[in-house]
């Protein structure tokens, strides 16, 4: 078991990226975040995280997958993966608290 994290500038890349990533291997999203101030004088684009896990194998595929399909809209600063294997319990319930309800 891993819990997947991608975050990206742009709901729509997020999106875009992780239905790339569903396709490509069995993944389960457990939430979808964003990262902005509620202050919106601050002028940069949406950051959107997304969560997911699977097998370790699948988490790490599913990563690069959607790395690969958000750098055609995003630049390498924008797009970020991490894959926790093996997550302690606490962790797989902090993934799960999401902005966006499934």
Same mark, same amino acid.
Not at 28 to 50: C, F, R, Y
């Given at each position: *078991?891993? !819990?997947?994290?991608?975050?990206?500038?742009?709901?729509?890349?997020?999106?875009?990226? *992780?239905?790339k990533a569903c396709k490509a291997v069995d993944i389960? /999203?457990?939430? /979808? @975040?964003?990262?902005?101030?509620? @202050?919106?004088?601050?002028? !940069?684009?949406?950051?959107?995280?997304?969560?997911?896990?699977?097998? /370790?194998?699948?988490?790490?595929?599913?990563?690069?997958?959607?790395?690969?399909?958000?750098?055609?809209?995003?630049?390498?600063?924008?797009? !970020?993966?991490?894959? /926790?294997?093996?997550?302690?319990?606490?962790?797989?319930?902090?993934?799960? !608290?999401?902005?966006?309800k499934f």
């Amino acid at each position: *078991m891993a !819990i997947g994290f991608l975050e990206v500038a742009g709901y729509a890349v997020a999106l875009y990226a *992780m239905n790339k990533a569903c396709k490509a291997v069995d993944i389960e /999203i457990l939430g /979808i @975040d964003t990262i902005n101030p509620k @202050d919106s004088s601050a002028h !940069i684009p949406l950051t959107v995280q997304v969560k997911f896990q699977g097998s /370790i194998s699948d988490v790490k595929i599913a990563a690069e997958v959607a790395r690969e399909a958000a750098l055609q809209f995003n630049n390498e600063k924008e797009v !970020i993966t991490s894959v /926790i294997e093996n997550p302690y319990e606490g962790t797989k319930k902090l993934a799960k !608290i999401s902005k966006v309800k499934f």
